[in-house]
């Protein structure tokens, strides 16, 4: 009986001692919070991440999975001068061809299946097909910048309505609720500096309905500057390719993004126009290497004028560095709600992204031309 009840003394002092021991272990430090400032600018709330990512820096591999264009053969796959692609919700490729002027279809395995568009002044026809998206129902929806209209085609490319737009419009996009936001160029503004003129283009970016009708006009924004110097050999130009400009797109819910991209600051506006909130990041300006005076910018613009969403309604921005060609294609992506949640570095720059592909614009050696279709690989 004494040996039991020592023994139980014994236990009770060993979970006496544990339970202390437990007591005094130490916690393990909380991570710290993904500092994200936040400053009201004119009433509106304005998010600006760090410099560093939250969810950190991925450099990813391409594994190719689909090739579109020969160098001969086949006139259907031959391309040109392909500046766009969208893809269908069931894998159908658009390109937009300038040299063409035509917009050709393929389906998800690369089989061509018809030209959409053919070059005249007729329904139907274009002179310079300038930009194009989907409507809700599959439709497609094309602007021809000179020939200053848009029509509107079945998914067979028949036409079936169109209208006439005032100015020329050099971009379109259409959100989920079939509404076409249209940027319209504007009269340049022109300042002479003894015997240079600095021209800077602007812009007005506006909503309108299927039947051409304006519903909301975001107002004017500021272009690229172009400088002409007279000289005894004649007049010349100059412009960096990546002057800086007004940069804008808009997501399915028809929220505007909108911001100046010599700056690292985007401004979203909701369905009405008013503005919501604006998002950004702390960042270093990078000197531009072949800078030669004003009005050429002195450093890269904070991020490009091509904007992509991907499948989750992410934000990916193409930051320039300058060295693209020997440390890939830096993207910064954002969260719907403006977060700098993780960067992505690429070999090649992205046009679309599409069931978490990427589709690309790609150039050889020779300068033939091919749409490629990659899987990310970490």
């Not at 005094?24 to 760090?50: M, N, T």
């Not at 692609?85 to 061509?112: A, F, M």
């Not at 975001?218 to 990546?242: A, N």
């Amino acid at each position: 009986m004494r040996k039991l009840k020592a023994l139980s003394i014994i236990f009770v002092m060993v979970v006496f001692v544990g339970a202390i021991g437990c007591s005094k272990k130490e916690k393990l430090p909380e991570e710290p919070a993904y500092p994200v400032r936040a400053e009201v600018i004119d009433g509106v709330e304005i998010l600006v991440s760090p410099g560093f990512p939250r969810d950190g820096r991925e450099v990813c591999a391409f594994e190719e999975e689909l090739n579109i264009g020969v160098e001969e053969g086949d006139e259907h796959y031959q391309l040109y001068r392909p500046q766009d692609i969208k893809v269908t919700d069931n894998g159908d490729i658009y390109v937009i061809d300038w040299r063409e002027d035509h917009l050709r279809v393929y389906d998800k395995e690369g089989k061509y299946l018809r030209t959409v568009v053919q070059k005249g002044r007729g329904p139907g026809e274009f002179e310079t097909p300038a930009s194009f998206d989907f409507l809700s129902d599959g439709r497609v929806v094309i602007l021809d910048g000179r020939n200053r209209q848009v029509s509107i085609l079945d998914k067979n490319g028949v036409y079936q309505s169109g209208f006439k737009v005032e100015g020329y419009c050099s971009d379109l996009v259409v959100d989920g609720q079939d509404q076409l936001y249209f940027e319209k160029n504007l009269p340049k503004e022109v300042d002479v500096v003894g015997v240079t003129q600095i021209i800077e283009d602007r812009m007005n970016i506006y909503r309108a309905g299927l039947n051409g009708k304006m519903l909301l006009d975001y107002g004017v924004h500021r272009g690229i500057k172009m400088s002409y110097t007279r000289t005894r050999q004649g007049s010349m130009s100059g412009s960096s390719p990546y002057a800086h400009t007004t940069v804008w797109t808009v997501d399915d819910e028809g929220k505007l993004y909108l911001g100046y991209n010599e700056y690292y600051r985007l401004d979203v506006f909701d369905p009405e126009g008013e503005s919501i909130f604006g998002f950004g990041r702390e960042f270093v300006p990078i000197k531009y290497e072949n800078y030669r005076g004003p009005p050429n910018p002195e450093f890269w613009s904070a991020f490009s004028r091509f904007l992509i969403f991907d499948d989750d309604g992410n934000l990916w921005l193409w930051h320039h560095t300058g060295k693209e060609k020997e440390e890939g294609y830096e993207y910064d992506v954002f969260s719907p709600d403006g977060i700098y949640a993780k960067q992505v570095v690429v070999p090649h720059r992205i046009h679309r992204i599409k069931d978490e592909k990427a589709y690309c614009i790609i150039r050889n050696e020779e300068g033939f031309s091919f749409i490629k279709r990659f899987r990310f690989i970490q």
